[in-house]
């Protein structure tokens, strides 16, 4: 019998309470599926101004959080508390007016990240470790996710060493390696870490504070959201210049796929979309394609092929592919929806198609959780060209709804689709592997040639895609072995097994 664990899981987003992105998909579920394996596990995330306390019934708890922020003095924060929905999993939130009441979770809306995020994350990551003290919560795991809360494990072996709290084993997941904190060295009084560590072997990096390397560095165990992202990182292509960091750590390092939240995105419950369906009787997915060609002002037919795309339209994304390929998509007999929202001159570009292709494409430039699901719902192929991708969520809610993923051929989503195989008719979708616009017009080309000329495959496809799970029962006790591993560890127990 596995020992049961107090864990707490620090983030800087969670659904259903602030959402940028697949961050905030794995934090707010994550938990409950720990719970569920029996442990202790609690949340904390940041009060941003956007979470309604009345509407989460959050309760505060009692008595000001006093913050050391080095030379900033000590700042004093409140503490709210709720449970996480439908869960009994204690969710606790930092409110600080000053760092976290104000729009947007990172950025200005120009996208261009707040000038004191350095600040606001050293608090938030500070403010985690005084909560345990304040609540009497001593974990077995502190669990910290990406640069945003990569402090943790560095003031766990520094400040927190000596105290009780700095028996917790740290755990740094990183959703992705190109975000990594990296802050002009007067961090280092904030941190109030002492400027021994900032050498390069601990935080420095290019004569800045790199939050990520330095929780890379001091973590008891890192992990990240794939197998395949696990390798690439090891790679300068993939790395922003973390590879030797990484690799000087590849022993402690694991790839753990995120899950697919079924409860959320499943075709025979899904609430937001006109007509539910199952892999027995797809007859709902033809009016839920009816419905999306409504709904984007696109001619609906039923004999067309229709690509979707939901995301941030960032350069991760590959929206700098895409748009350069975008025009000569339009010659094929298909039709395209995005959704999105990201960098702004994505939003002129792709906002602006629809008024000379009317025929062709639908946008909404945005965020909006509902036509997310009538995409993926009421698309035939999913369209993901990104540069890098550490798991990615769509392409896995895609399967569900049998809807095929075109996909480039990396991180997690060359783990979790598999290439059409003519000859042996297999597959769950299409590939390809040059981040370049020709070969993602390529392989459009390929599964529009597909959807008209061979219909026995395609039937194959759906059926084979809408089979596949990545369920969090899995992933989580995945996280279960790790923590596992962490506690020896940090215990100084070596396993020789
Ligand atoms: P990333 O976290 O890198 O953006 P993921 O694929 O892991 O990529 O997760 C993206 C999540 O955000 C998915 O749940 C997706 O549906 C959602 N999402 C992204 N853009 C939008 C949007 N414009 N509107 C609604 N949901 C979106
Ligand atoms: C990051 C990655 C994405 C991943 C998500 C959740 O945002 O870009 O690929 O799915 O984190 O781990």
Redesign the pocket.
């Known amino acids: 019998m596995r020992p049961k664990f107090k864990i707490l899981i620090t983030a800087t987003e969670a659904v259903p309470y602030a959402?940028t992105?697949?961050?905030a998909?794995v934090t707010g579920v994550l938990p409950k599926y720990l719970k569920q394996l029996g442990h202790d596990v609690r949340l904390v995330i940041p009060r941003y101004y956007e979470i309604d306390k009345v509407k989460y019934g959050l309760k505060e708890v009692q008595g000001a959080l006093g913050v050391p922020m080095g030379v900033l003095g000590e700042e004093w924060c409140g503490v709210f508390e709720g449970k996480i929905p439908e869960t009994d999993v204690p969710v606790y939130f930092i409110e600080h007016e000053r760092y976290f009441g104000r729009k947007n979770l990172y950025n200005d809306d120009n996208g261009q990240g707040y000038m004191d995020n350095d600040n606001r994350f050293a608090f938030f990551s500070k403010a985690c470790l005084q909560l345990c003290k304040k609540l009497d919560f001593y974990p077995d795991i502190i669990h910290a996710n990406d640069w945003q809360t990569a402090a943790i494990p560095i003031l766990l072996n520094t400040t927190y060493k000596h105290d009780a709290l700095g028996k917790a084993a740290s755990i740094l997941t990183i959703?992705?390696i190109q975000h990594q904190g990296s802050f002009y060295e007067g961090l280092m009084d904030v941190l109030g870490i002492g400027w021994e560590h900032f050498n390069f072997l601990e935080l420095e990096f290019n004569n800045q504070v790199n939050l990520l390397k330095g929780g890379i560095l001091h973590s008891t165990l890192i992990t990240t959201v794939s197998d395949g992202y696990a390798k690439e990182i090891q790679s300068p292509e993939y790395a922003w210049g973390l590879e030797g960091v990484v690799k000087e750590r590849a022993g402690s390092l694991y790839g753990i796929l995120?899950g697919c939240d079924y409860s959320e995105w499943n075709p025979e419950t899904d609430k937001y979309i006109v007509k539910n369906y199952s892999e027995n009787d797809l007859s709902g997915k033809l009016e839920c394609k009816r419905d999306l060609q409504k709904t984007f002002g696109l001619p609906v037919r039923d004999d067309i092929p229709v690509f979707g795309i939901?995301?941030?339209l960032v350069k991760?994304?590959g929206v700098d592919i895409l748009s350069e390929a975008l025009y000569s998509l339009f010659d094929l007999d298909a039709q395209f929806i995005l959704?999105?929202?990201g960098e702004v001159w994505s939003h002129f570009y792709f906002g602006g198609a629809p008024k000379f292709f009317p025929d062709k494409i639908g946008v909404h430039i945005?965020?909006?959780?509902e036509?997310?699901h009538k995409i993926e719902a009421g698309s035939d192929f999913f369209i993901m060209p990104s540069r890098f991708?550490?798991?990615?969520?769509?392409q896995m809610?895609s399967l569900r709804y049998g809807t095929l993923p075109v996909v480039r051929a990396t991180g997690g989503l060359n783990d979790t689709v598999d290439n059409f195989n003519e000859q042996e008719m297999t597959g769950t979708g299409f590939k390809f592997y040059d981040p370049a616009a020709n070969a993602l017009f390529n392989t459009i080309g390929w599964s529009v040639y597909t959807y008209y000329n061979n219909k026995p495959a395609m039937k194959k496809l759906i059926a084979n895609a809408m089979q596949k799970r990545f369920t969090w029962e899995n992933s989580a006790k995945k996280y279960e072995d790790v923590y596992y591993l962490a506690v020896r560890r940090r215990q100084n127990i070596y396993i020789s097994s």
């Open positions: 959402k992105g697949g961050l998909d959703h992705n995120n939901v995301s941030r991760q994304k959704l999105g929202t945005g965020f909006n959780n036509l997310a991708e550490p798991c990615g969520l769509n809610y």
